[in-house]
Each structure stands twice: as structure tokens, then as C-alpha cells.
């Protein structure tokens, strides 16, 4: 196992026991971007920040996000998700205080049309070779079908599509 994932699993178990220490009340962690592709061994590529999806934590909750040092804790109205990510996220198993999950290779893969910029065509071409393009079109579908997705998220998105679709037959 490479360093970067090793350090990351301490990181967050080290945020369990301050949560432990402080009697913070355990809740789940949807990690994505970068982070998510370490944890959920989809990729080594190092990263310095740790992103996950704000799903509406108490203040208290902020104790364990500082052990995180460098986080993007992504408001879910202005981030690209299926409304049904949840589904497809993976619970891992080596935390036993949080409910830790990595969004699935689809979703990731996805989130990253929106910029489109090297580091995330990188990532893409790691993530689509064992990914399933059916899925990716659904969460596409569902992406651009959401309400509450700020517009101009949406239309940034919906620009990259024809490049994206293009470059990888999906």
C-alpha cells in the first residue's frame, strides 16, 4: 500500500478518536475527488486536500474536520452529484467510529466534467477502464435532471459534456 493512502487512513482514524475524546456522536463521511480515489484504491496520485460532501454537520463536528488540516467540505447545491450517489457509495471497512464512504469510480468520474482541466482528464483516464459507461450516462441524466443544482454549475457542466462524451464513447 502507497504512503499517500497510508497517511490519509491515520488521518482519519485520528479524527475518530478526537471524536471519541470530545464525545462527538458518530456520523457518516462521503469522501470524493482526490481523497476518494485514495481511500477507495482507485488511484495513488497524491493529493493535498481531502474533499467530502457537506450532508449538514453540527458545529460540533467541526473538532474533526480540523484534524483534516487542508479540506473542502462541498455544498452539495453547487457540487456535481447524482442525487443518488449515496446508493453507489462504498463503506469501508477500516473505520469503525464513522461510517466512512469513497463515492463510486462512476460518480467521481462525472464530478470531473464540470472542469475538465488536466489533473482531471488524469484522473478520468485512470477511473474509466474498469468503469461502467451505462451508469455514467444514468448518472449524467441525473445530474442534469436535479433542481437544486445551481445554474451556473449546471451550464459549466453541461458545456464540457460534448468533449467529454467525445473523448471516452460514453
Do not use: H, W
Not at 36 to 57: E, M, N, P, Q, W
Amino acid at each position: 500500500m502507497s504512503d499517500v493512502y497510508l497517511d490519509l487512513i491515520e488521518t482519519v482514524k485520528n479524527a475518530e478518536i478526537v471524536a471519541k475524546a470530545f464525545n462527538i456522536e458518530p456520523f457518516p463521511i462521503y469522501f470524493l475527488g482526490g481523497s476518494a480515489c485514495i481511500l477507495g484504491k482507485y488511484s495513488d496520485r497524491a493529493t493535498k486536500d481531502i474533499d467530502f460532501v457537506d450532508i449538514g454537520y453540527s458545529a460540533k463536528a467541526g473538532k474533526v474536520f480540523a484534524m483534516f488540516k487542508d479540506y473542502d467540505m462541498l455544498e452539495y447545491e453547487s457540487t456535481i452529484l447524482s442525487p443518488k450517489y449515496k446508493e453507489r457509495a462504498i463503506k469501508l471497512p477500516e473505520f469503525k467510529y464513522f461510517d466512512v464512504f469513497v463515492i463510486s469510480k462512476e460518480d467521481i468520474i462525472v464530478s470531473k466534467i464540470i472542469r475538465m482541466a488536466r489533473k482531471d482528464i488524469e484522473d478520468i483516464n485512470i477511473l474509466i477502464n474498469d468503469s461502467d459507461k451505462k451508469i455514467i450516462s444514468e448518472i449524467i441524466e441525473e445530474v442534469l435532471q436535479r433542481p437544486d443544482l445551481y445554474e451556473s454549475k449546471k451550464q459549466a457542466f453541461a458545456n464540457n459534456l460534448p468533449l467529454f462524451k467525445e473523448m471516452y464513447n460514453v
